[in-house]
């Protein structure tokens, strides 16, 4: 069976792209960060990079095809439900897992995607909930999840100093590269990545939570449609 490629997600908050200068080509150099690494790590080294970003409270949202819950586990066993698309603070630093249930394209099917958080995003103060981190499955990544296959994506934020094709007007990008690449690599040439989403074909267990190194901070629902568990 083919593998799934993995998948690279460009979140472009900034407006378009300005025409970039063609540059010579670098030799390639060691890239000490993969995605492949232990769930959370990543995120740790991010922080040891980058204090200033730790524990921030950085939003995102996740959506999918059609209706369905979102629960972002904050510490208790029931976690927090709301309404597709979910919206909660999640602290930069850290790995969550979360639930993807009563999905209305996929019915009786249960996801547990983990998010993890590298670096934050900088909207004006009072714009802080209008610019969540985006993280979307698409009806062909949840089909090739139950195929038992692995999707994993690396969002970033990206470079202004790229050029950007003219008849892209998509806020969100989404690029398809070899399973044999180092996704972070890729999305560190592009721009600035933030966020790994991971899912497979496994059910979360109670032990899956407990092996995640929980947050100095509790999670923040932020979405107003917070349901009861």
């Not at 497979?200 to 939570?209: L, V, Y």
Request: proline fraction near 11%; hydrophobic fraction near 40%; glycine fraction near 6%.
């Amino acid at each position: 069976m083919r593998p799934l490629p993995s998948i690279i997600s460009s979140v472009v908050l900034c407006g378009l792209l300005t025409a970039g200068v063609a540059r010579a080509e670098k030799p390639r150099m060691h890239f000490p960060l993969d995605h492949r690494a232990p769930i959370g790590q990543v995120a740790h080294w991010h922080v040891l990079a980058n204090p200033c970003t730790h524990a921030y409270p950085q939003p995102v949202k996740i959506s999918v095809p059609g209706s369905a819950k979102v629960t972002f586990f904050d510490g208790s066993d029931t976690g927090a439900t709301v309404d597709a698309p979910g919206q909660a603070k999640l602290p930069v630093g850290y790995a969550y897992r979360v639930r993807i249930s009563d999905l209305s394209d996929f019915p009786g099917v249960e996801l547990f995607p983990t998010v993890e958080v590298l670096d934050r995003l900088h909207p004006p103060a009072n714009l802080v909930d209008e610019y969540p981190i985006p993280i979307e499955l698409t009806a062909d990544e949840i089909e090739a999840v139950l195929a038992d296959r692995m999707v994993t994506k690396v969002v970033y934020l990206e470079r202004q100093d790229l050029p950007r094709p003219p008849h892209r007007r998509a806020a969100v990008e989404i690029s398809e590269v070899s399973p044999r690449t180092n996704l972070l690599e890729s999305a560190t040439q592009m721009g600035r990545p933030v966020a790994i989403l991971r899912v497979g074909g496994r059910t979360m267990t109670a032990a899956d939570r407990d092996e995640l190194m929980a947050p100095p901070v509790p999670v923040e629902v932020t979405q107003a449609t917070r349901q009861t568990p």
